[in-house]
């Protein structure tokens, strides 16, 4: 039996993404607004659901609320697709999101309890992107296109176009866990700084290959399209962020320009790996056998011996 | 079906087992740092050092708070609220630094410090803005404002702890076991608000008013390295061999840019 699209399901994934990239937006606003331990204790608020929404409390509470309605929206996608999905593969990535959100949310309550240990609140910065970029996955896969889309001839044009793509995903992954050491003050900017210059190179030239690797392909041109957008917005905002924080170096406090600028290049960050992410996800699904294979479509292509349909 | 039923069960035994970890020991406050008994001061043969600390230049200018971030707290406002960090008097004396012996008192005992130091949030600021207490000396944390307030020492060397306070709460009283010259205080839920604690080991400090002037009253004569910190100009030091019954006077100074 093969996998069907659901509308609804897909939906509901996207609203699960965008639910997450707020919650990283909230996340954000706590760390730039040094609010990180306006709540001392944890799961509770002050002992309670309801603490008083004062001063940094409002970011932190926020945060702890909507990563609560984000865990339970996930449980919902990994029951709805437990029930409904036949990609045995897709049910395990949801699975993989569940428990990441589980980790993430006991990540967030040791940086509380432990007072901000740099290495937990890296791993709890890093966490979030991973975690945002497999429901952005999980929107793809859920997708009409993804369930629809038609193979492409295998070149070794298009092997190598999706190798720099991967790559070029793990190498902004990599450079967002810099940015996580240099905001927790971990790294210095020099790192973070050679990493985006490294980020630009590899998106332009991977962008190369991709156009030509799949120039006809709808989904892979638009995501391609985004994710060089992305990165220079990315770029401007992220020096935007380091000239507010060098501008404001004798501020005794957190100023709006600061926060929102940060705050902006870290959503921005998000974006860039998922849609990078995703870019290597589409090119393969159209370009390899083994994206073919795994959608379980494609009957009349491949024999059904080769196909991995899940409960039947 | 069966996977996915028997992940959502773990990971649901999993988070609530996490609830149970619950908020890390707090390691109990630890006897005050104090060397094996050994010498006491001798007042008849005591002396004392005295001065000015003094700042040069042009401060930086007041750095202006916003509040708006809790009504409660703009509310006692009804001005613009300004910090200076360099705080200077007429006669060039800089405020707020904290000059104490920072060597030379090795081998010496002294009774502790029992009088508790109060540090008040006021004004969702806090009062003193540089507190100088003895190892061991309980500080008594007020909370007089109308709103809730996070009390929140980053040392180096001494235990971390983050305590709420309601408005007009319960006095916080605690202590720091080892000297640590000057632990950052902050409240996370206004983050414009900071202060220091200098924790000493012995008696010989003071943290100055405007006019920058300090004495260190009852020192036993010897030869002794005397710091003077600052919150924003960092640390300078000098050495004074005072001898019995002697009164020496020091002169700090700190330059502006």
């Known amino acids: 039996m093969h996998a069907q699209y659901s509308p609804g399901l897909h939906r509901y994934a996207f609203a699960t993404a965008a639910a997450t990239l707020l919650l ?5 606003l706590v760390t730039s607004n040094d609010a990180g331990l306006s709540v001392p204790d944890w799961p509770l608020s002050y002992g309670s659901l309801f603490p008083p929404m004062v001063g940094g409390i409002v970011y932190e509470h926020s945060h702890r609320v909507i990563a609560a309605v984000v865990g339970l929206m996930t449980i919902g996608l990994v029951v709805w697709l437990g029930r409904t999905e036949r990609r045995a593969w897709v049910r395990r990535l949801a699975y993989t999101a569940l428990a990441l959100v589980i980790l993430q949310g006991v990540l967030g309550g040791l940086t509380v309890l432990f007072y901000l240990p740099r290495p937990v609140s890296i791993a709890h910065a890093t966490m979030a992107q991973i975690f945002f970029t497999l429901v952005a996955a999980l929107v793809l896969f859920t997708s009409r296109w993804w369930l629809t889309a038609a193979p492409l001839p295998t070149s070794e044009a298009s092997r190598r176009a999706e190798r720099f793509a991967l790559w070029t995903a793990l190498l902004i992954l ?41 120039p006809a392909v709808a989904m892979v041109t638009r995501l391609r399209i985004l994710l060089s957008s992305l990165v220079g917005t990315q770029i401007l905002l992220g020096l935007g962020a380091w000239w507010a924080v060098v501008r404001n170096q004798q501020a005794l406090q957190p100023l709006p320009e600061m926060i929102w600028l940060t705050v902006a ?25 083994w994206a073919v294979d795994r959608t379980g479509l494609h009957a009349a292509v491949y024999p059904p011996a080769l196909q991995e349909g899940g409960r039947q | 079906m069966k996977a996915h039923v028997l992940l959502i069960l773990l990971s649901a ?31 008849a043969t005591a002396g004392t050092i005295s001065g000015i600390v003094k700042f040069t230049g042009t401060p930086p200018p007041p750095v202006r708070l916003r ?49 508790a130091i109060e540090l008040d949030q006021e004004g969702c600021m806090y009062q003193p803005r540089v507190l100088a207490v003895r190892t061991g000396q309980p500080i008594e944390i007020v909370n007089s404002d109308d709103t809730t307030h996070n009390i929140h020492p980053i040392p180096k060397v001494n235990r971390e702890w983050n305590r709420s306070q309601p408005p007009k709460g319960e006095k916080i009283v605690d202590s720091f076991a080892r000297q640590e010259v000057a632990i950052p205080v902050k409240c996370n839920i206004h983050p414009w608000m900071q202060a220091y604690i200098a924790v000493i080991a012995h008696p010989y400090f003071q943290v100055t008013g405007e006019a920058g002037t300090f004495e260190l009253k009852n020192l ?22 005072l001898g019995p019954n002697e009164t020496k006077t020091v002169e700090f100074v700190f330059q502006g840019s």
């Open chain 1, 24 to 28: 990283l937006v909230a996340g954000g």
């Open chain 1, 174 to 214: 990599a450079q967002l866990i810099l940015g996580a050491a240099y905001r927790h003050g971990w790294l210095g900017i020099t790192p973070h700084l050679l990493g985006a210059g490294a980020v630009l190179i590899a998106t332009s030239w991977t962008g190369r290959l991709v156009r030509r690797a799949a």
């Open chain 2, 67 to 115: 509040m708006d971030a809790d009504a409660a707290c703009a509310r006692l406002h009804p001005g613009p609220v300004t910090v200076r960090e360099v705080e200077t008097g007429a006669n060039g004396g800089l405020a707020r630094v904290v000059v104490y012996v920072k060597e030379g008192l090795e081998g010496y005992t002294f009774p502790p410090a029992t009088e």
């Open chain 1, 265 to 289: 290049h870290l959503a921005c960050g998000a974006l860039t790996l998922a849609t990078a992410t995703l870019q290597w996800l589409a090119l393969r699904r159209v370009t390899t056998s």
């Open chain 2, 13 to 43: 035994i999993l988070a609530f087992g996490s609830l149970g970890c619950g908020k890390k020991e707090e390691a109990p406050t630890t006897a005050p740092e104090t060397p094996a008994a050994g010498k006491t001061v001798d007042p």
């Open chain 2, 220 to 241: 036993p004569p010897g030869t002794y390295t005397l710091e003077a910190w600052h919150e924003k100009l960092g640390t300078t030091t000098q050495q004074v061999t």
